[in-house]
């Protein structure tokens, strides 16, 4: 019986034991609960969507920016192809069908084929479709045209360099660095000390060996000479202030 | 009186199993749910106070580099800002020397959401010279709210008061963007 009394005292005692324990919980629940909504009520809601919405913006600047449009290149480059005696009457030029259309009259019809060559030259312009070509009563010839051209080489600025001109060996890349200028320049020196060697190896003893010949050998020399061309000039050159 | 004793006994006992089953049994399932709950919420506190800090953080560097963010917002706008367009072209119009004689804009069918942005299509006319046209298509692309001109249609107009110089009719199509 005692033992009874003190299994279901204990079972109370746990019970209360839980009770006070569940509800210390609640507590800390309902202050959790508080803390969330003070700390929703801290947000500034405006700022954080000014950092989201720039966060979006600058995502998009990147691929924008690279995809850039320059219409400015694109005619800059139509104008410098363009031949003194073309007129043009009229344009539609357009990005989406990168294709530019147009109607021009020209002097005569060699003017509209040198017209097409030059627009050949380019390696932007990919294709050139001559719609209709037609003789003014003025004289002139009447043409319309159609240029395909390469977007990226037309109209897009940005250049980018192949993979492997990253990775060039050393001496190339001093190659690289040097202008073209310099290089033209080191060549036309080479090639001028190039020739001063040759003149001084070939041609002067050729002319110290004529200078001792005799009289007679000379004159026939001279006749020898007298229609040669390239080192012969050059030996000719030498001989004629010889006095025979 | 030994017998009754022990089936009290025995009531009290099935008393307190009963108890224990109804009352604890219960208060334990319930414990660990408000446990559960407040492991959750205390989780979401420390979420929310990180997110806070960063937020802080990152309105300092927004502060810092405010400049270079009213480029980047001029670029790319939260809202179409029409105004800022209309004033925008007809300044470098003006600027470029040609009169601008029409502007329309309309909300492009392709819109470059997946991208992050919407596309707006500025159709537009100016009247003037080819090398002011030049000068205005520099000018154009160096703003700095991105104008991408996909059309351009020139044809010759009337003649100027000495019949020397050709005014050109330019008409131009051009998409810009907006943040969505």
């Known amino acids: ?138 004289g002139r010839v009447d043409f319309t045209m159609q240029l395909m051209f390469d977007l990226n080489k037309f109209l897009v600025k940005s250049i980018k360099l192949p993979e492997q001109t990253k990775e060039l060996p050393e001496q190339t890349k001093e190659l690289k660095e040097l202008p073209a200028e310099t290089l033209l320049e080191q060549w036309a020196r080479e090639l001028k000390e190039g020739v001063a060697e040759a003149e001084k190896k070939i041609i002067e003893p050729v002319v110290g060996k004529v200078k001792e010949l005799p009289p007679l050998v000379l004159r026939f020399g001279r006749f020898l000479f007298s229609t040669g061309s390239g080192i012969f000039d050059k030996i000719r050159s030498k001989l004629i202030p010889i006095s025979l | 009186m030994s017998m009754n004793k022990g089936l009290i006994a025995s009531i009290i006992f099935a008393a307190g199993v009963f108890a224990f089953f109804v009352l604890v049994l219960p208060e334990f399932t319930s414990i660990n749910n408000a446990r559960a709950a407040l492991k959750t919420r205390q989780a979401l506190i420390e979420e929310k106070n990180a997110e806070l800090k960063k937020v802080t953080e990152l309105n300092k560097q927004y502060k810092i580099r405010q400049a270079d963010i009213d480029k980047i917002i001029v670029f790319m706008p939260e809202q179409k800002r029409i105004d800022q367009i209309v004033s925008s072209i007809q300044q470098i119009a003006s600027q470029a020397g040609l009169s601008l004689a029409e502007i329309t804009t309309a909300g492009s069918a392709e819109t470059g959401e997946a991208a992050g942005y919407k596309k707006m299509v500025i159709g537009f006319n100016v009247v003037g010279q080819y090398p002011s046209f030049l000068n205005f298509l520099k000018l ?14 020139a044809s010759l107009t009337t003649s100027g008061a000495d019949g020397a110089q050709n005014l050109v009719n330019f008409s131009v199509k051009l998409n810009t963007y907006y943040l969505q």
């Open chain 1, 1 to 138: 019986m005692v033992w009874s009394l003190v299994f279901v005292f204990l079972v109370m005692g746990f019970y209360l034991g839980l009770m006070f324990y569940k509800n210390s919980i609640l507590s800390s629940l309902t202050q959790a609960d508080e803390q969330l909504a003070a700390l929703e009520k801290s947000r500034d809601k405006n700022l954080e969507q000014k950092l989201l919405n720039l966060k979006g913006q600058l995502s998009v600047v990147g691929p924008l920016i690279s995809s850039h449009l320059f219409w400015s290149q694109g005619l800059s480059k139509i104008q410098s192809l363009v031949q003194p005696q073309v007129q043009f009457k009229s344009v539609n030029a357009s990005s989406t069908a990168a294709k530019i259309v147009f109607q021009a009259t020209a002097a005569n019809y060699t003017t509209v084929a040198k017209q097409i060559a030059a627009f050949y030259a380019d390696d932007s312009i990919t294709d050139i479709v001559l719609n209709k070509a037609s003789s003014l009563p003025t």
């Open chain 2, 140 to 153: 154009l692309e160096q703003n700095l709210r991105l104008y991408d001109i996909f059309e351009i249609d």
